[in-house]
């Protein structure tokens, strides 16, 4: 649980702000480079513009090279100062013009066009790789203006990247700084649970002892003073306490190693199978008596991983938990089955994996509400049901029964502990608890 609560506030602390500055960033390049794009289409419309108002200066200075251009731009007149700021404008680097007649021949040139062909400049504006292209028409010749957009595209790309980069870095920042407030700030949270947990196992063991001198002096009084039905009642509650108890030291234990230890029991390969049976064939009398027949459908080759004690633990609760609730003469059925990545259990998405087995224990009989799926593998808590009022394990006569609303948490908690999935799904007069676990090709034996 504590592991699980860790996750969380990492994810959280790290995700939400990781987000956020990830639409922070995106928005800016966005505005970014929808200010670049408007301002390389300005700066060529305002070239455009000074070519349609001037073409008498700017065929005064088709005929001359590159070289000579700015020599000639800052000889003339300081007066003139329209006719200097167009020069500049249309003789920089970036810009340059191709005059072309009505046959569309060349006429003269002046700039850099960096390659661009204009016989590929179709409409009055357009792109040809890195330029920018606006046409002219005045007097029967056509003006082509070229800008050089290099200038605006490297800038939008050292945005995009300085993002990037600067999204990856604080996203090893806030990770690290998530990391370390999950853990910080689960530390009092996980004190106190371990302090509740040493708590109540030694209350529990403190009461272990006054339950079995209370058991002893029962059977001492019963050889000497004969059997009665009190005698009888306070065995069985002292007996229904010893298993409540024991019950408890198994949770405690089990969230001690999961909490303190954060590990997983001991893995192994085990057959399926053979631990189905196993577990299966004691329970074979109780429901023989209940008129009950138990049928188990498995395949003899099908192999997992894990701990295989944890694995028969949780087929024992659930095998019991079947038999409490089955119905007189109904059946109790084990079936394994192979699954996908997602696997399902009625209506229920399971925690499956890729390559896992689905085990299902079902019983005919009462229904499990709705209402109380969600909460069935809390620790006590006892369905409102049909299903609860038929076995007698409501709010009268739970501890009669032995049922305390533990034995399924017990099972969550194994099945938490292997990183096995586990679900529950009833309708149509059955009950159904499926464990998800993962599927291992078992290897053949070599004969000799």
């Avoid at 058991?215 to 001492?220: D, G, H, Y």
């Avoid at 694995?311 to 007189?328: C, G, M, S």
Wanted: proline fraction near 2%; glycine fraction near 8%.
């Amino acid at each position: 649980m504590i592991s699980k609560i860790k996750r969380k506030i990492f994810w959280i602390a790290g995700l939400f702000p990781i987000l956020v500055l990830l639409f922070v960033l995106a928005a800016y390049n966005f505005f970014y480079i929808s200010f670049n794009l408007s301002d390389e289409k300005e700066a060529l419309a305002y070239c455009a513009s000074c070519v349609e108002k001037h073409t008498d200066l700017i065929d005064s200075y088709l005929h001359l090279q590159a070289e000579g251009l700015d020599a000639a731009g800052a000889g003339r007149a300081e007066g003139n100062r329209k006719a200097v700021n167009l020069l500049y404008a249309i003789m920089s680097s970036d810009v340059g013009i191709i005059k072309l007649d009505g046959d569309v021949n060349v006429m003269g040139r002046m700039g850099s066009m960096g390659g661009a062909d204009p016989s590929l400049c179709k409409g009055d504006q357009g792109r040809l790789g890195n330029m920018l292209y606006a046409v002219v028409r005045k007097e029967g010749a056509r003006y082509i203006v070229f800008l050089d957009t290099r200038v605006w595209h490297t800038a939008i790309g050292t945005s995009v990247a300085a993002a990037f980069l600067g999204l990856i870095a604080a996203a090893v920042l806030l990770g690290a700084v998530a990391s370390y407030l999950s853990k910080r700030v689960m530390r009092p949270i996980e004190k106190a649970l371990v302090q509740q947990n040493r708590f109540l196992a030694d209350v529990c063991h403190e009461l272990k002892t006054p339950i079995s001198v209370i058991n002893a002096n029962m059977s001492v009084l019963e050889r000497e003073c004969g059997k009665s039905r009190w005698m009888d009642y306070i065995k069985e509650e002292g007996h229904s306490m010893n298993r409540l108890l024991n019950q408890l030291l198994s949770l405690c234990r089990l969230e001690h190693d999961a909490n303190e230890a954060e590990r997983l029991a001991a893995e192994e390969t085990f057959n399926v199978y053979e631990s189905i049976m196993e577990c299966a064939l004691p329970f074979d009398s109780l429901a023989f008596e209940k008129k009950a027949c138990i049928s188990a459908d498995c395949p003899a080759e099908l192999a997992s991983r894990g701990n295989p004690d944890d694995f028969k633990r949780i087929l024992q609760v659930l095998l019991d938990n079947a038999i409490r609730h089955v119905d007189e003469g109904g059946s109790i059925t084990i079936s394994v089955k192979k699954a996908g990545k997602f696997a399902f259990a009625g209506e229920r998405v399971l925690p499956g994996r890729q390559n896992s087995l689905l085990v299902t224990i079902s019983n005919t009989g009462p229904m499990i509400d709705e209402a109380d799926l969600p909460f069935i593998f809390e620790r006590f808590y006892k369905a409102h049901s049909s299903r609860a009022a038929a076995s007698g394990s409501g709010n009268s006569g739970g501890c009669k029964a032995g049922n305390f609303g533990l034995g399924l948490s017990i099972a969550k908690a194994l099945a938490d502990r292997n990183s096995f999935g586990i679900s529950v799904s009833s309708g149509n007069n059955r009950t159904s608890f499926t464990v998800s676990i993962p599927y291992v090709q078992a290897r053949k034996k070599k004969r000799g």
